[in-house]
């Protein structure tokens, strides 16, 4: 019982990190149809900025994390308005240019810190382990899951009350039409964009915690699970994503432990390859 | 045509993926009342206008309340006054009614009370999600959404396409009241409702203009309405027998029989 209620809360934990780096994925997809291979890069930007802040900069963890979250929200902003928005009519391109940059973050990282992983400054705080039916799990567990729960309803509270989210989930339906209605788009994609790139380097901050170390293939490690569960919920569904990040983290966790490691990786892409045969429709263009 | 049309386009030219959609259009439409815009199947009639709204990408002149459009990016183009009903009715299924109306407005005061009393239903049915309502419900939707904002033309692509005959009058009805307001450029197969409706008309043939000029004229010249439009002009009928005629006036002659036919052959 006790391994089981510790494997549900680190697959959640991990879970929670898949969703806050699918959401953003979800809505720049589902909104831009720009496949934004660079947003590994965001996590990493949000990680090493946390880990600077903590370690650095001697910042506390909450102040660190707020410090990394603001960093890669700005970081988004410029990718979007430098190198996205230029593209906008050549996709192919497009892609190209967030290949490079999803290449180029970690190798600037590695370049002026290393390529070894940084060893995270665990807060005193959140050191601690909580007991739960015989387990003890870890606190930084319930962080990352209490975060994603609260980007989750903001998100929803953004699609379902503001103009902007009005504008966001029409254009996922049809973004033309948008433009027809007399909407400038491009503003919404800028946002979208810094939703996304914030709850990307949120993500990245709070890695760290979990695994108590930065280094700079994080985000690139996370970015392929990230993608299964944006596939797994629909592009430009923030529910669906959340969903099928819990279903992610928890398989993984289930699969390595009672399996062979490494066998739970592959069973989220078996899972995901289930998923799409049975039901091929319902993976494109859904919003909850 | 005149001088002082609303909007006119020149040499309207679209390619896409390298066909040439358009080779040349020139329309102009009337500051008053309804133009329609005519043509067979595929003569390119809802991609000129997709050219006007900047939806594909397009060369040559186009002029609106005598400022160049041409060039502008899409939104730009509807926010110097026009409201646009696109072919497939361009209605957000996700959204509620009210939703669907509220992304459409851009003005301070939203003419809802006008739109309401238009369509009693969009008011009722506001919580209800468009991709719920009826082909027609959606139609009302996609109308309502273009009288929201104070709008100096009215796009609308074949409103009444698909719509039963009922729905289909009073679509016609309310395009007629709407034109008392507003200047509109309307799309349409429907030959007896554009005959009620229209004033002046631009017939496209193959993605140029092919004709121009009084649209009660053309339709009642039987020659040149089939060779322009395919279909015979037919006689002048009540507003009553255009919910039966849709797509092609119900001239019992020998040249409609014959059209619709061969368009229906499998």
Known sequence: MATVVLLACTGLGLGALYFLIASGLSLIFGLMDV?????????????????????????????????????????????????IRPLYTRPRDQILATVGVGLAVP?????????????????????????????????????????????LVALRLFLARTRYGLIV???????????????????????????????????GGLAALYFGSVNPGQGANLLIFAFVVVVMGGMGSVAGAAAAAVAVGLVQQFANYYTADGLGDLAVVALLAVLVLARPRELTGRLA | MTSEALLSARGLRVVIDGLHILHGVDLDVAPTGVTALLGRNGAGKTTTVKAVMGLVPRTGDIRFAGRDVGR?????????????????????????????????????????????????????????????????????????????????????????????????????DVLARVAERVPVLLVEQNLALVRRVAGTCTVLADGRTAHQGDAAELLADEEAARRLLGVGGGHPVAASSIATAAPAVAAASAATATATATKEAP
Request: hydrophobic content about 55%; overall charge neutral.
């Open chain 1, 35 to 83: 496949l934004n291979l660079a947003h590994g890069a965001l996590l990493s930007v949000g990680a090493y900025a946390t880990w600077w802040g903590a370690a650095q900069a001697g910042l506390n963890y909450w102040l660190a994390l707020a410090f990394g979250t603001a960093f890669g929200t700005v970081a988004a902003v410029v990718l979007e308005l430098v190198l």
């Open chain 1, 107 to 151: 190798a600037l990282l590695m370049g002026i810190w290393g390529g070894d992983a940084r060893p995270f400054p665990q807060p005193e705080s959140l050191a601690g382990t909580v007991h739960i039916a015989g387990a003890a799990v870890p606190v930084n567990r319930f962080v990352l899951i209490g975060a994603a729960a609260l980007v």
């Open chain 1, 169 to 203: 989930r029409a254009g996922v339906e049809d973004r033309a039409m948008v433009t027809a209605l007399g909407v400038d788009v491009r503003k919404a994609f800028t946002l979208v964009f810094a939703i996304g790139g914030a709850a990307a380097a949120l993500g």
């Open chain 2, 72 to 172: 502008l990016p899409t939104h730009a183009v509807v926010r110097q006054g026009i409201g646009y009903a696109p072919e497939d009715r361009g209605v957000f299924a996700g959204l509620t009614v009210a939703e669907n109306l509220r992304l459409a407005e851009r003005d301070a005061d939203p003419a809802y009370p006008f739109v309401y009393e238009l369509f009693p239903e969009l008011r009722s049915r506001g919580r209800q999600l468009a991709g719920t309502l009826s082909g027609g419900q959606q139609q009302m939707l996609a109308i309502g959404r273009t009288l929201l904002n104070a709008n100096r033309l009215i796009v609308a692509d074949e409103p009444t396409k698909g719509l039963a005959p009922k729905i289909v009058a009073e679509v016609a």
